[in-house]
């Protein structure tokens, strides 16, 4: 336990990016790895959706974690049969997660007999001929749950959630709806498009930018950069944060000669240090203090013409700012009317170009999509949206989370989409809606979904509750992951499960002896092509498109029409049906060849709301917090330096001056005082919900700058805390940073 840091970046992010790669990968695969990462003829970086800069690539365009993630796929270390005939599955399980993500990649394809103790080789077909068997002695499709992690590529995407409604069920959980799901849902309503409205370009001509809930130096370190750049051209940030970040605190570009010297910028000009969920009430405030300014200047605070021509029911949201007292705003979100007041008055001084940043600190909360909506809202009296330097930015995490989306993986996708999915295909589309992920969580529990197929991700460690999931996976009859490396779901499965090893993004993908390229989509909405440079890590390794139209050409068999074969040879034969369905792709082989690819039309960017009336909303939502009982803290679970989600790259924290371990808490130092706890003492973690408990045991305690009453643990070690029933208003994402907890010493 050290001193938190000041700033991000600078030459300790270089020295531990080559640490991690050469470590790794070896000098020289780790070098090529490095000068093709997010090159405009390399391959996409598969850590974050932060967007490449249109010109100006450097050398090096990615980040000390984009290397950690190079570094984790182009490892040398093989887990290959004779590790598995080594190791039973119950002593794998025993191992912590970092010990799994270092016994290296998966080279073949895998089988769990039911009652087996090891994981034995299996070919291809044989893997392929055992899932469409259990599929296809489903009483109804409806018992199929077919997840994705946010890596696979577009090509890989659109085959699956075509295979999946071909088979015939809309079960398309993914990462999504334990992440960015609520943003979709706040801004489909509030402006018509689930997505963010702004390009890296706007950054330049910004004067404010709020970063709410978003911890960028670790999860979107390439951010700082267009922050930095942001600050230079005279923009101030405003960080809203629970914690002091050192990546929001200042920067040193560890690719100018000033950052490896050790010289900062400075970032945040203002640092509100919220409650945990006291962002509504923040946001709220602001509108109040914009509206007493407006009031005392009329005319010169919000934009009327917005307001009038673009906008529906300011009034009765007003109605509501100035019902809310200051009082209960200053309490709720834990920052002083001055310091709201002076946020407003930055946003609304010279030409209102403001941006607003958040990721998972806005939208795992109860009230997360009413949340999102004050942020909007402010933006909306600005008329900061859809101009240049101003707009909505909901910060992706998985580097293709947003392309997956665009492809269909959802369990309600529009009725325009199946429409076009059945025409181009002639089938008849399921219509009802799927499971979500927390659904299908329940629906595995209740024994009404049976096998279950991950494209990608750590199902198990990534949701909540984590012993309500382990218990409904062991209910399935087969579970089935397309992986990179080894990770816990392998290990706790259903009565049978496989391992399907995939090519990562890194590695060159040849179909038939040709070389193909996928496609992605960044957090910006733009497409582009991603094209593997590396020897793959096995001969026998398909590529996750292949995968997928094997799995459907088995299951469907003669059901299907679809020329699965064909296209998983010919990736340009798959973006021809993804032109032929989705709106936006028009002539897409051709333009994703231009380099650095296109960006998909953004209505509400151009100003045109596509909500059911044809103007933004505002949605006057009652004021709301997640208020911890008497004795209780508010736990944030979130991530380290040295993670990528499941994936535990290291054990330190560096930036929160952590090293060397992972089960830890960090605790406002009162709070500690107040329950007899000493710095670095053990501690117990018990949540509470509802008249249940669940136990998270034997953490070290933190003393940390951290407002009274909240805490901080890791995930995923803390997901046996959150409970699955305690969910996002409509969205229905894990309140993952929002759990109720009672600490006491061990
Ligand atoms: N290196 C690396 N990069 C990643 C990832 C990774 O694990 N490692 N994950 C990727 C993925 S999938 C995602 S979604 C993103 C995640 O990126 P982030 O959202 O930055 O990830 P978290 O670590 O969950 O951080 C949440 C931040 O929100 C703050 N916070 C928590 N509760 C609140 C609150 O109530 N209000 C406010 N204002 N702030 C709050 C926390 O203090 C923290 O700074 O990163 C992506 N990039
Ligand atoms: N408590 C808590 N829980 C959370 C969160 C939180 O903040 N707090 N965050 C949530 C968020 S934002 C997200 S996005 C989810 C993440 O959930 P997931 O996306 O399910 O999890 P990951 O850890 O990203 O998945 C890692 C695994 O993906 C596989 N993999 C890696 N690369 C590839 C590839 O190229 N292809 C394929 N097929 N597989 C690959 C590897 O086997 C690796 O073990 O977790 C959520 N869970
Ligand atoms: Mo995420």
Redesign the pocket.
């Known amino acids: 336990m050290g001193a938190p840091a000041k700033s991000a970046g600078g030459l300790p992010a270089v020295v531990s990016s080559l640490n991690h790669v050469f470590r790794q990968a070896g000098v020289v695969r780790g070098t090529k790895g490095m000068l093709k990462l997010n090159q405009k003829n390399g391959f996409d970086c598969?850590s974050c959706a932060w967007p490449d800069p249109e010109d100006h690539r450097g050398v090096a365009e990615f980040c000390e974690n984009g290397a950690k993630a190079l570094a984790?796929?182009a490892t040398l270390r093989r887990a290959d049969r004779d590790f598995f005939a080594k190791h039973p599955i119950t002593e794998l399980a025993a191992h912590d997660d970092y010990w799994?993500?270092q016994q290296g990649r998966?080279v073949e394809p895998m089988l769990l007999e039911h009652g087996a103790t090891h994981y034995r080789p299996v070919s291809w077909d044989d893997a392929f001929c055992i899932i469409a068997d259990e599929l296809n002695q489903c009483a109804t499709p409806d018992e199929g749950i077919f997840?994705t992690?946010?890596?696979?590529s577009n090509e890989?995407a659109f085959l699956y959630q075509l295979f999946v409604r071909q088979f015939g069920t809309n079960n398309l959980p993914d990462?999504?709806n334990?992440?960015?799901e609520s943003s979709g849902c706040a801004l489909k309503a509030s402006v018509g498009v689930g997505k963010g409205t702004v390009t890296l370009k706007d950054f330049d001509a910004a004067e404010t930018i709020f970063v709410i809930g978003q911890n960028p130096g670790t999860n979107h370190p390439r951010m700082l950069s267009a922050l930095q750049g942001a600050v230079r051209n005279g923009a101030s940030v405003i960080a809203v944060n629970p914690l002091k970040e050192a990546g929001l605190l200042a920067f040193k570009h560890p690719q100018e000669a000033g950052g490896m010297l050790g010289l900062a910028t400075r970032l945040s000009s203002q640092y509100l240090q919220v409650r945990i969920n006291g962002d509504m009430a923040l946001f709220r405030g602001i509108a109040k203090a914009l509206l007493e300014m407006q009031n005392e200047r009329p005319g010169t605070v919000f934009d009327g013409a917005f307001l009038h021509d673009h906008t529906h029911d300011a009034a009765a949201y007003l109605t509501l700012v100035r019902e809310t007292p200051w009082t209960r705003i200053e309490t709720l979100s834990g920052i002083t009317r001055a310091a709201i007041q002076q946020a407003a008055q930055q946003a609304a001084g010279g030409a209102k170009r403001v941006i607003s940043c958040w990721?998972?600190g806005l939208?795992?909360h109860r009230n997360a999509v009413a949340t999102i909506q004050e942020v909007a809202h402010v933006h909306l009296l600005l008329g900061a949206i859809g101009r240049e330097g101003a707009g909505l930015c909901p910060v992706r995490?998985?580097s293709n989370?947003q392309g997956d989306r665009t492809m269909g993986i959802f369990e309600r996708m529009p009725d325009s989409f199946l429409d076009k999915l059945e025409s181009v295909f002639g089938f008849t589309a399921p219509r009802h809606q799927g499971y979500d992920t927390v659904m299908s969580i329940k629906a595995m529990h209740d024994g009404k979904g049976r096998v279950f197929i991950?494209?990608?991700?750590?199902?198990l460690?990534?949701?909540?509750d984590t012993e309500f999931t382990a218990a409904a996976l062991r209910r399935c009859v087969l579970t089935a992951?397309?992986?990179?490396?080894?990770?816990r779901?392998?290990l706790v499965t259903g009565r049978r499960a496989l391992i399907l090893p995939?090519?990562?993004?890194s590695e060159v993908d040849l179909r038939n002896g040709v070389e193909q390229f996928v496609t992605v989509e960044d957090s910006m909405s733009v497409v582009h092509m991603s094209r593997g440079a590396l020897r793959p890590a096995s001969d026998d390794l398909l590529s996750?498109t292949a995968?997928v139209a094997g799995i459907a050409a088995a299951t469907l068999s003669t059901r299907s029409t679809a020329p699965w074969l064909e296209m998983s040879s010919n990736y340009d034969l798959i973006r021809d049906k993804i032109e032929a369905v989705i709106p936006g792709f028009e002539s897409f082989n051709q333009r994703v060849r231009t380099p650095g690819g296109f960006r998909l039309p953004n209505a509400a960017g151009q100003r045109r709301f596509e909500t059911p009336n044809g103007k933004a909303c505002f949605t006057p939502n009652p004021l709301s917090i997640a208020e911890p009982a008497a004795g209780q803290l508010i736990l944030?679970?979130?991530?380290s330096h040295d993670q990528?989600?499941?994936?535990i790259y290291g054990l330190d924290d560096r930036y929160r001056g952590i090293g060397n371990e992972r089960r830890i808490v960090f605790l406002n130092p009162e709070d500690m005082k107040q329950r007899g706890i000493r710095p670095l003492a053990p501690v117990n973690i018990t949540s509470h919900w509802h008249g249940e408990t669940r136990h998270a045991n034997q953490f070290l305690a933190i003393p940390y700058d951290v407002p009274a009453g909240c805490a901080a643990a890791y995930?995923?070690e803390?997901?046996v805390l959150?409970p699955i029933d305690s969910v996002a208003e409509q969205s229905n994402t894990?309140t993952?940073?929002a759990?109720m907890v009672t600490i006491v010493p061990a």
């Open positions: 598969p984790s796929e799994l993500e998966l997840y992690s946010g890596r696979a890989a990462c999504s334990m992440c960015h990721a998972m939208t795992q995490g998985h989370v991950g494209l990608g991700g750590n199902f460690s990534a949701t909540p992951h397309v992986s990179t490396k080894l990770n779901s392998h995939c090519l990562g993004r996750e995968i944030q679970t979130l991530r990528f989600n499941t994936t995930f995923p803390t997901n959150v894990p993952s940073k759990v």
